[in-house]
């Protein structure tokens, strides 16, 4: 059974940093295309950054220059880095895995629950 878990979330000050974790199980995540999406109640989800098969890291313009994704294959886990916070950050942040694409629409895609991040003024 494929399981996605985030951890990391929380309360940070504007201007704070946080890195969240994505631990997977079932799945080699070095062989996934792995990413992380947002979503805030009413609104779609949207996708954050993602590192795609065959290509380099790809990130939202709106967190271009603040957050970093990264892999670690020893652990089977993907972070994410947020530098500079904003308010607008906050949002639940939702780990996912595609075997080619970062996706919200393609069948065969993984989840996580997600894990809530608050920024506050």
């Known amino acids: 059974q494929v399981q996605l878990v985030e951890s990391g979330g929380g309360l940070v000050q504007a201007g704070g940093s946080l890195r969240l974790s994505c631990a997977t199980s079932g799945i080699t995540s070095s062989t996934q295309a792995m990413g992380w999406y947002r979503q805030v109640p009413g609104k779609q989800r949207e996708l954050v950054a993602c590192?795609?098969?065959?290509?380099?890291?790809e990130y939202a313009d709106s967190v271009k220059g603040r957050f970093t994704i990264s892999r670690d294959n020893a652990k089977n886990a993907v972070y994410l880095q947020m530098n500079s916070l904003k308010p607008e950050d906050t949002a639940v942040y939702v780990c996912?895995?595609?075997?080619?694409?970062?996706?919200?629409?393609?069948?065969?895609?993984?989840w996580g629950r997600g894990t809530q991040v608050t920024v506050s003024s």
């Open positions: 996912h895995s595609h075997w080619a694409f970062c996706s919200d629409t393609l069948p065969n895609a993984y």
């Open positions: 590192i795609n098969i065959g290509g380099g890291p």
